[in-house]
């Protein structure tokens, strides 16, 4: 992303509202970045390539958590 990177863009969306479901893909995913997301507080992390059924499952398990 031209600018800012997707964990700052993470930790920006938590400032403005810690109950915002967050989903972070990246082309360029570590075990080390997928600490650092979940830390933000991102609901799941997933590199790719990826599976479309288990990212639609995380989405609903992210979205049913905040109800």
Sequence with gaps: MPG???LETLK???EFDKNIVVIV???FG???TEKKARDLGASA???KP???P???SRVKESLASKC
């Design 12 to 14: 920006r969306i938590k």
């Design 30 to 32: 570590s075990v080390e």
């Design 54 to 56: 288990i990212l639609l």
């Design 25 to 27: 893909v990246t082309a």
């Design 4 to 6: 800012i990177g997707g």
């Design 50 to 52: 990826f599976e479309i």
């Design 45 to 47: 992390f997933f590199s």
